[in-house]
């Protein structure tokens, strides 16, 4: 199952960055009216209120496990390694993915001019597998907001409520990608990118943490 979801998202990743040179430019317009020189999201209270409201998601996916694995300490055996597990397993994937990967290694370095910066400032445009090194202030991908919707199901996942964490990943992924496009903040590409780069992450934490960690535990 878990190589089944792994080889779908890369085809996903590749059939993105195959759409990225026709649809990138194309959907960033939309939202920017020329008259008002702004993009939808800049003008919204509903907009802002999804943007600001990622900072209190991630506030929450670092306290709430922790709470959970505190009251669990007077839980049997079994349901204390499920939420040890779910805690580990929440943690890296959290650090990892959004922290690591989207926000650190790619976004701080890659140096792709958001829409916005390209659209009114004149920035150029350039694809997502087109790094520029030399320009740190140009930091569209991937999508470090979406990220953390992409992720906010990933607890409960772990903790085997499946409908549930499908659910909210998908909402996630799906609220916050739409709001960071009508801010003119990221691209197509930056936004389903953010997503996969955090959910293939996850999986592969998935498979160390039960192979390796918890079955050394266990015996």
Not at 176 to 189: E, K, N, P
């Amino acid at each position: 199952m878990k190589i089944k979801l792994v080889v779908t998202l890369v085809i996903a990743a590749l059939i993105t960055l195959g759409l990225s040179p026709l649809l990138d430019q194309q959907l960033a317009i939309v939202p920017y009216t020329l008259l008002s020189n702004k993009f939808y999201g800049e003008t919204h209270l509903w907009v802002k209120i999804i943007y600001y409201g990622v900072n209190l998601s991630t506030a929450l996916l670092i306290v709430i496990p922790l709470v959970i694995l505190v009251r669990s300490r007077h839980d049997s055996l079994e349901q204390k390694k499920l939420v040890r597990r779910m805690v580990l397993i929440s943690y890296l994937s959290l650090a990892i993915g959004p922290g690591l990967l989207v926000n650190t290694l790619f976004k701080e370095n890659w140096g792709r001019a958001r829409p916005y910066q390209v659209i009114r400032d004149g920035h150029p445009f350039s694809l997502p597998w087109q790094p520029h090194f030399n320009r740190p202030a140009d930091n569209s991908f991937p999508s470090g907001h979406v990220s953390i919707g992409a992720f906010i199901g990933i607890p409960f996942l772990v903790a085997r409520r499946r409908k549930l964490g499908v659910a909210l990943c998908v909402l996630g992924f799906v609220s916050v990608g739409i709001v960071r496009w009508l801010q003119g903040g990221h691209y197509f590409s930056d936004i389903i990118l953010a997503a996969i780069i955090v959910w293939l992450s996850t999986l592969l934490i998935i498979c160390v943490v039960d192979r390796y960690m918890l079955n050394r535990k266990i015996s």
